[in-house]
């Protein structure tokens, strides 16, 4: 059995809360998927990948006027850059961890991208 456990969902739903204690109660590793964006920035610049310095608020202003979509691709290509650091990440540990990060997008996308990734 994979002890691998993902928690997702928008600011201020528990999410750190609930890791951070099933983490504890069960023995694994806690890990912040949101805090890589420094490590990121490290190791490329804002011209190799200019999403990696954008928040999802704001990353929708490179593709035009606010609207559903432009808000939408923002938040998909912020996620994007960050999808081999988080897999990156995820892979060092191997098995026994909880992760956590924000997300408003369905876990589809997530569970597609990570398991192309790490399974």
Not at 8 to 16: A, H, I, R
Not at 61 to 71: N, P, V, Y
Request: proline share 3%; hydrophobic share 40%.
């Amino acid at each position: 059995m994979a002890n691998k456990h993902f928690i997702y969902g928008v600011p201020g739903v528990g999410k750190s809360t609930v890791a951070t204690d099933y983490a504890t109660r069960h023995g694994y590793l806690y890990l912040e998927l949101d805090s890589l964006r420094p490590q990121a920035q490290k190791q490329v610049s804002r011209e190799q990948e200019p999403f990696t310095y954008e928040y999802t608020t704001a990353a929708w202003k490179q593709f035009g006027k606010l609207t559903a979509e432009s808000a939408l691709s923002g938040f998909l290509a912020v996620r994007q850059a960050f999808v081999k650091y988080v897999a990156r990440e995820l892979a060092s540990h191997g098995e026994g961890y909880v992760a956590e990060a924000l997300s408003s997008i369905p876990n589809k996308f997530w569970r597609q991208t990570l398991k192309s990734l790490l399974w």
